[in-house]
């Protein structure tokens, strides 16, 4: 059956090459047939559908190294290819390109599942954490479990919400809604939603600026600054302060948050935006995840944001955000 069907690909890829060779033939029997004897004309046939024969068999041979070629390149990108002709270079030229892309995104697609595997294995064990705090202090109820109680359920939330926002970056085309934005109310908002950590930690929120309205997504934009404050205030000791500067301008409106605590070590400024990177202020507070900022830089890329940071050990930490003060083209959508 495969010679068969190898047979039929070979005589319709090469029916040009046949037709004309069949039609030159005919001319030249019939030239033969005016002036030499049926007997004589027979010879020149003959040879002449020996020489067709051949051909189809020389072409049925290339036809099925072609096909192996083409059937190895379907299931292996190690491939190998022996093309004959230019038709055929040009054939494994384009599915050497088709697999290289291929590849390629198969590699990226593979590096973010990793990365979205390992936050998610994070978030599971931060909330096991404090199921197990939990359950303690149901196990030695006194005064404070309570408490202990209600600051392990907001860690959970959070957890929870992080996870959820994650899986919204898939659609966050779809999430997206660009409007007119109050920065001075936003932030104001995320003060107060934020009121009980600020109490906690003994830390004041300070914040200058009037109402400047610049053009993002609301609520991502709240995810953004919330990440930030909390951060602010988790890296802050207690009678310290968090400013919020807003400084409108023509084409950028620029939101300054600096705090007065701890800073981050020099060498590990350029990294901090890195996933599960926490440096050495990591290791010195267990709440550390390394994912905030990372999903901080993120967002602030989808939206328009440009986000920078400077720090210094002992004296905090500033970080400035410049938001688009007129709507100037579309943000620049990609999936996580």
């Not at 690909?9 to 037709?19: G, L, N, P, Q, Y």
């Not at 020489?51 to 083409?70: D, E, N, P, Q, R």
């Not at 610049?214 to 951060?231: F, G, H, M, P, R």
């Not at 935006?273 to 390394?290: I, Q, W």
């Amino acid at each position: 059956m495969y010679l068969i069907r190898l047979l039929c690909k070979t005589i319709d890829s090469e029916r040009k090459a046949i037709v004309f060779y069949l039609a030159n033939t005919a001319i030249m029997l019939l030239i033969f047939n005016l002036t030499f004897t049926q007997t004589v004309i027979a010879y020149p046939t003959l040879i002449s559908l020996t020489i067709l024969i051949v051909y189809l068999i020389v072409k049925a041979v290339s036809m099925h190294g072609f096909l192996t070629s083409l059937d190895s390149a379907k299931h292996s990108k190690g491939y190998k290819s022996n093309p004959e002709t230019c038709k055929e270079t040009y054939v494994f030229e384009i599915i050497e390109e088709i697999h290289k892309n291929y590849n390629g995104k198969i590699t990226t697609m593979n590096d973010k599942l990793a990365g979205r595997n390992s936050m998610f294995s994070s978030f599971i064990h931060n909330m096991k954490s404090s199921l197990a705090v939990i359950e303690l202090a149901c196990a030695n109820p006194s005064s404070d479990a309570l408490g202990d109680i209600s600051l392990e359920n907001e860690k959970l939330k959070r957890n929870l919400e992080q996870a959820l926002n994650i899986l919204r970056l898939d659609e966050f085309s779809n999430d997206y809604v660009p409007e007119r934005v109050d920065l001075h109310g936003l932030v104001n908002m995320v003060i107060n939603e934020k009121k009980r950590d600020f109490i906690y930690a003994g830390v004041f929120p300070k914040l200058y600026g009037e109402a400047t309205y610049v053009y993002t997504d609301k609520k991502w934009c709240a995810y953004i600054l919330e990440q930030i404050i909390s951060n602010a205030i988790k890296y802050s000791t207690s009678g310290k302060n968090i400013y919020m500067e807003i400084n409108p301008g023509e084409k950028h409106t620029v939101l300054t948050i600096r705090d007065e605590g701890i800073g981050i070590e020099a060498e590990d400024v350029p990294r901090v935006f890195d996933l599960f990177f926490t440096g050495k202020n990591g290791r010195n507070h267990k709440a550390a995840t390394g994912i905030g900022l990372f999903m901080v830089k993120h967002i602030a890329k989808q939206l328009d944001i440009q986000v920078t940071l400077t720090s210094a050990v002992g004296e905090g930490t500033s970080v400035r955000l410049s938001f688009l003060s007129k709507l100037q083209g579309y943000c620049k959508l990609s999936r996580f």
